[in-house]
């Protein structure tokens, strides 16, 4: 079956950076969008970068534009969101969810309801 696992959250001090690592299985990896949402305490998930596995085209939340890279391995089956210079609002649940029914388009990226198979999510605690 389709699983996505999140790893590499952590706790880290204001201005650090952590890797997060989405592993896929079940599905073909190469073909479909796979992106990084987010929640923190009391606020609604929110979409934080995407990607189409099959085409580079990346999409990136004004947030975290600058900071955050986000990447995949297609021989690997590996999606990474690199964080950079962290503040303390980013501080939330990262979770990975991908779209196998291929109701992303460009302008939706960002939409989590675009998205039907999720992660259960990794912790990433910034401190100031």
């Known amino acids: 079956q389709v699983q996505l696992v999140e790893s590499g959250g952590g706790s880290v001090q204001a201005g650090g950076s952590l890797r997060l690592t989405c592993e896929a299985s079940?599905?073909?990896?190469?073909?479909?969008?796979i992106g990084w949402f987010r929640q923190a305490p009391g606020k609604e998930r929110e979409g934080v970068a995407s990607i189409h596995t099959g085409v580079n085209l990346p999409a990136i939340a004004p947030s975290v534009k600058g900071r955050f890279t986000i990447s995949r391995d297609n021989a690997k089956d590996i999606m990474y969101l690199q964080m950079n210079s962290l503040k303390p609002e980013d501080t939330a649940i990262y979770y990975c969810a991908a779209d196998l029914l291929a109701l992303v388009t460009i302008p939706t990226m960002l939409e989590e309801g675009m998205y039907n198979y999720w992660g259960q999510g990794t912790q990433v605690t910034v401190s100031s």
């Open positions: 079940g599905y073909t990896f190469s073909d479909n969008c």
